[in-house]
T-cell receptor, first 114, second 116 residues
Framework: DAGITQSPRHKVTETGTPVTLRCHQTENHRYMYWYRQDPGHGLRLIHY???????DKGEVSDGYSVSRSKTEDFLLTLESATSSQTSVYFC?????????????FGPGTRLTVL | AQKVTQAQTEISVVEKEDVTLDCVYE???????LFWYKQPPSGELVFLIRRNSFDEQNEISGRYSWNFQKSTSSFNFTITASQVVDSAVYFCALSEATSGTYKYIFGTGTRLKVLA
C-alpha cells in the first residue's frame, strides 16, 4: 500500500462542466502522475509533476490542466468536460518502500461525461 | 523513442495450463527499467515485478516467472499452472533511466481469461 487515495472514485457529469479530480499521497513522494485508461489504449500519461509547482505534459494533455501546490496533492482539472474524456483516471507516484524507481497506483476514478 | 508492444490482446486458457504473456520493448537507452502490472476485475493496478537493464537473470516467484532477453528486447511473463484468480489484464511498462524525466510507457495490455 503506497498510501495513495483518489477522490471522487466515481463521477458523472455533463458536457461543458468543469471537473477536478484529486490525488492524495501520504508518503512525501516527489513524482506524481495522472493517466487515463481506455480500452485498446492501455494507460496513457496526461500530466506529471516532479515537485511542488513543477509539472509537465504527457502524451494526451489537451483539455486537461494540473496543479500541485502541496507535495501531497496533485489535482487534475478538465476545464470543460467532453464525452471523449469519459475514462478511468489513475494517479500514480514514483517510489515506494521496496523500489524507488517503480510506480504505484491509486485506486482510480471512473468519470462519465454525458 | 520508447515503445512497448503487447501483441496478444486476449488469451484464454483452461485452469492448470501454463501461459506466457509477451512483451517487446523499444528504447535507445542503455539504462532502463521494465515492469509488469496486474489489473484484476476489481480495477486496481498491482505492481508485480521490476527489472533493470543490467540484470538479465530470470526471476521466479511462486507460479510466476519472468524471462528478460535484451537480445530480442523482450520481457515475457509466464504463469505456470494457471488459476481462475489469475484472470486479469496484465500490463508491461518501460521507463528510461537516463532521460531524467522519469516517464513510463505502458503496453496496451493482455487480457487473460482462465477458465475453470
Amino acid at each position: 500500500d503506497a498510501g495513495i487515495t483518489q477522490s471522487p472514485r466515481h463521477k458523472v457529469t455533463e458536457t461543458g462542466t468543469p471537473v477536478t479530480l484529486r490525488c492524495h499521497q501520504t508518503e512525501n513522494h516527489r513524482y506524481m502522475y495522472w493517466y487515463r485508461q481506455d480500452p485498446g489504449h492501455g494507460l496513457r500519461l496526461i500530466h506529471y509533476s516532479y515537485g511542488v509547482k513543477d509539472t509537465d505534459k504527457g502524451e494526451v494533455s489537451d483539455g486537461y490542466s494540473v496543479s500541485r501546490s502541496k507535495t501531497e496533492d496533485f489535482l487534475l482539472t478538465l476545464e470543460s468536460a467532453t464525452s471523449s474524456q469519459t475514462s478511468v483516471y489513475f494517479c500514480a507516484i514514483k517510489g515506494g518502500r521496496e523500489y524507488t524507481d517503480t510506480q504505484y497506483f491509486g485506486p482510480g476514478t471512473r468519470l462519465t461525461v454525458l | 523513442a520508447q515503445k512497448v508492444t503487447q501483441a496478444q490482446t486476449e488469451i484464454s486458457v483452461v485452469e492448470k495450463e501454463d501461459v506466457t504473456l509477451d512483451c517487446v520493448y523499444e528504447t535507445r537507452d542503455t539504462t532502463y527499467y521494465l515492469f509488469w502490472y496486474k489489473q484484476p476485475p476489481s480495477g486496481e493496478l498491482v505492481f508485480l515485478i521490476r527489472r533493470n537493464s543490467f540484470d538479465e537473470q530470470n526471476e521466479i516467484s511462486g507460479r510466476y516467472s519472468w524471462n528478460f532477453q535484451k537480445s530480442t528486447s523482450s520481457f515475457n511473463f509466464t504463469i505456470t499452472a494457471s488459476q481462475v484468480v489469475d484472470s486479469a489484464v496484465y500490463f508491461c511498462a518501460l521507463s528510461e533511466a537516463t532521460s531524467g524525466t522519469y516517464k513510463y510507457i505502458f503496453g496496451t495490455g493482455t487480457r487473460l481469461k482462465v477458465l475453470a
